[in-house]
């Protein structure tokens, strides 16, 4: 399983663009990028699942370079409910079937 | 989306005895299932794989004798941790896949407080 590098924290401020970059250059020609949300005491949420190119969904996009060895989430302009943690995951796409190696992810704060 | 559903939410226990933890899958049924744990301020640790039917699959380090599975069904799972001490206060989740081949579900996860 390929292993993902994130920043640890990032702040933002509600109505801004939030991108988030994971880095992966071990990602396999078979692997898909997937992003997990999680707010404090509740299990994580799926957000977004992507191959190559740029993924579009009701809540965020998902960019991915031609190299596929890195990728960038985005959440547009967001609010106080986005304080979450960001998980960035490589491997097979039917992720709930296969074991999930979750990395450190990324811990958001939007401030007022 | 498919639902997972654990319970407890929450327990508390005292050190030595044991705690019982269940997973269901609400609206699908699960060959599958995870354990994860999560202390504080840190990402999740896969646990073990629970298969409907056969003996569940340990991480390495992770006790199998200590944190019982048993998948008798393919709607539930459940997480014994036997003899709990208060290095076992954790909080602990289980997910699955449904069907699609996207995204895993999660429960909404077990807080344990081994006193």
């Known amino acids: 399983l390929a292993k993902t590098t994130q920043p640890i924290s990032m702040d933002s401020y509600e109505g801004q663009e939030v991108n988030i970059t994971c880095s992966h250059n071990n990602i396999a020609t078979n692997d898909y990028i997937t992003w997990y949300q999680q707010f404090p005491s509740q299990g994580p949420r799926f957000i977004i699942q992507?191959?190559?190119t740029k993924v579009t969904n009701e809540v965020a996009s998902l960019f991915i370079p031609a190299d596929r060895k890195s990728s960038t989430l985005s959440l547009p302009r967001v609010s106080l409910s986005d304080t979450a943690v960001y998980y960035c995951l490589v491997g097979a796409p039917s992720g709930g079937y296969n074991k999930l190696i979750f990395g450190a992810g990324t811990r958001l704060a939007v401030h007022p | 989306g498919a639902v997972v559903s654990q319970h407890p939410s929450w327990v508390i226990c005292k050190s030595g005895t044991s705690v019982k933890i269940e997973c269901r899958s609400l609206d699908f049924q699960a060959t599958t299932m995870f354990w994860y744990r999560q202390f504080p301020k840190q990402s999740l640790m896969l646990m073990a794989t629970?298969?409907?039917?056969?003996?569940?699959?340990?991480e390495q380090g992770v006790e199998k004798d200590k944190f019982l599975i048993n998948h008798a069904s393919l709607t539930l799972s459940t997480l014994t941790v036997t003899s709990a001490h208060p290095e076992d206060s954790s909080f602990y989740i289980c997910?699955?896949?449904?069907?699609?081949?996207?995204?895993?579900?999660f429960g909404q996860g077990t807080r344990l407080t081994v006193v």
């Open positions: 997910s699955s896949g449904a069907g699609r081949d996207t995204e895993a579900f």
């Open positions: 629970s298969n409907e039917g056969s003996k569940a699959t340990y």
């Open positions: 992507g191959y190559k």
